[in-house]
């Protein structure tokens, strides 16, 4: 099975990309949006996801690894929605800013932009690989 690449929220001053390195590992949780859970629900041990800071910031600043799949989110008393573990993998070379991403005409239909307040979103494969070009300069 291939492996699919996401992309995945967080503000900086509630949970930011030192945060997850000084942890070694995060178990990123209290997603209520029906269209971000069942991104949480689709992804794979192993897949791929661009951390970005919202809010501050607003830019891809690294890349995490999913360590653990198919989790109930420990925030919800419930037991109605999702959660994943997720590893830093690498901090970007340059991050990549919102700004950057929608001025580029390779980026047409990137989630991030479509769909803006979406806070786990799906990445193709093409734009995964031309957001790392983007961010090695």
Do not use: C
Not at 2 to 8: G, H, I, N, Q
Not at 55 to 83: C, F, M, Q
């Amino acid at each position: 099975m291939s492996k699919s690449y996401w992309l995945m929220k967080s503000e900086p001053d509630a949970y930011s990309w030192d945060d997850l390195v000084a942890e070694g590992e995060g178990t990123w949780d209290g997603v209520r949006n029906h269209r971000a859970a069942k991104n949480l629900r689709t992804m794979q041990v192993g897949d791929e996801a661009f951390f970005y800071h919202s809010n501050v910031g607003k830019e891809i600043v690294g890349i995490v690894t999913i360590s653990e799949a198919g989790l109930t989110d420990p925030t919800d008393p419930e037991g109605k929605w999702a959660a994943v573990k997720v590893k830093p993998v690498r901090k970007l070379a340059n991050p990549v800013t919102l700004k950057q991403i929608k001025a580029d005409p390779e980026l047409p239909d990137i989630e991030l932009v479509k769909l803006s307040r979406l806070s786990v979103a799906v990445i193709t494969p093409e734009e995964w690989a031309h957001i790392l070009s983007v961010s090695e300069g």
